[in-house]
């Protein structure tokens, strides 16, 4: 594979399982050493022995994203250990299924303290470190001709309409979409790029979760929930770990340098519906 983030430092959260994870072990392979920050520190634990493996440098970082508090000291280790930041990929994240009229502030603010709060400070604590690695006479020109950092938020499909059973959740991947855009358009006299992928059904123990819920509240069998929504999908397949990460890691490479403010559809073609 092409080592299109040689020397790179990443980090990724909620890269103790599912799809970051997989993102984790893709950003390895490109080169970059990653760090692996995650609520589940045993998950973590085991993607980093597996980054290892792959003769990339890893440590797992303990991070509860609801305690806002937590994010700098994060920051703060991986310079000290590492030098510098040159990626980030904002994966963490919570799903619930609930009626919107059984909805509850104690839900709203779980979901939204950890899908949607969580990013905007992560940017800007990990973009401020950005901003300083980058040399003095591009800072004072005000305009960069290069790419100094590459950061990549997870959105989903969810965010591109309204959910009846998911008002929480699509809320805050729909602010994802206005997040990215906003950072990017602060962030370009400095040279950073920041966009975000929306994925589609992805067999994970997120969807897992989803599907159970839905079964639930539907009175449906389990696994008919992920089964519909496939039928809507044009390629007629599920999205897979490796199709997501292969994404993100287009977008943290040089190959995006063009590119900030989006947010990529991984989805089969979902989203043409």
């Not at 597996?50 to 806002?68: G, K, S, T, V």
């Not at 937590?70 to 703060?76: A, G, N, W």
């Not at 938020?153 to 602010?175: D, E, P």
Request: with cysteine; aromatic share 6%; charged share 20%.
């Amino acid at each position: 594979m092409e080592q299109r983030l040689r020397n790179k430092v990443a980090i990724v959260t909620g890269a103790g399982q599912g799809i970051g994870k997989g993102v984790a072990l893709r950003l390895a392979r490109e080169g970059a050493d990653v760090v692996v920050a995650d609520v589940q520190l045993a998950n973590a634990e085991q993607t980093a022995w597996e980054i290892r493996d792959l003769h990339r440098q890893a440590f797992a970082c303990y991070i509860n994203l609801a305690n806002i508090a937590e994010i700098q000291p994060m920051v703060d280790k991986v310079v000290e250990t590492f030098g510098h930041i040159d990626i980030l990929v904002n994966n963490a994240g919570v799903v619930q299924s609930k009626p919107f009229l059984d909805v509850t502030e104690a839900d709203w603010d779980r979901v939204i303290d950890i899908n949607q709060k969580s990013v905007v400070f992560c940017i800007q604590s990990v973009a401020k470190q950005m901003i300083k690695q980058i040399p003095e006479v591009v800072k004072a020109a005000g305009r960069a001709e290069q790419s100094y950092g590459k950061i990549v938020n997870f959105s989903s499909i969810s965010g591109r309409r309204g959910r009846a059973l998911q008002v929480h959740y699509a809320a805050s991947k729909a602010a994802i979409i206005s997040i990215t855009q906003s950072a990017a358009l602060a962030l370009t006299q400095y040279g950073i790029n920041v966009n975000a992928v929306s994925p589609s059904v992805v067999p994970t123990p997120m969807w897992e979760q989803n599907d159970l819920e839905k079964s639930r509240i539907l009175g449906i069998p389990r696994g008919q929930a992920m089964q519909d929504f496939i039928e809507k999908i044009p390629l007629k397949r599920a999205g897979t770990v490796e199709d997501i990460a292969a994404a993100v890691a287009f977008l943290c490479s040089a190959d995006s340098d063009y590119i900030t403010g989006q947010t990529l559809n991984v989805d089969g073609g979902f989203e043409m519906n």
